[in-house]
């Protein structure tokens, strides 16, 4: 069973938005954080946005007062306004200190989402 399964990508015009959406399987019990990382070509990974589940949120200093996450217990949103063209790349969602119902504990990945914005 796939741990994360994201939504929501796709092709905008600057200044529109996107919202993308992730669900944790049934199999994850508890999650300490879940996040959105992104990916710019030939870039690292950053951090987006991420969200406790105390519902505290941090977000990078490129995306503050244009994007919005949250998040119910096993699923997490991301809400993006006025995209840039700069923005350009696969996001990724990320559910951090898990528990399962194995007893395991760890992060996982999402299989990433393109997001392309054009000019």
């Known amino acids: 069973q796939v741990p994360l399964v994201e939504s929501g990508g796709g092709l905008v015009q600057a200044g529109g938005s996107l919202r993308l959406s992730c669900a944790a399987s049934?199999?994850?019990?508890?999650?300490?954080?879940m996040g959105w990382y992104r990916q710019i070509s030939g870039n690292e990974l950053e951090l987006v946005a991420i969200i406790n589940s105390g519902g505290s949120t941090r977000y990078a200093d490129s995306v503050k007062g244009r994007f919005t996450i949250s998040r119910t217990e096993n699923t997490v949103a991301h809400q993006m306004n006025s995209l840039k063209p700069e923005a350009t790349a696969v996001h990724y969602c990320a559910a951090l200190l898990c528990g399962t119902k194995y007893g395991e504990v760890g992060h996982y990945w999402g299989q990433g989402t393109q997001v392309t914005v054009s000019p």
């Open positions: 049934e199999t994850i019990l508890s999650i300490a954080a």
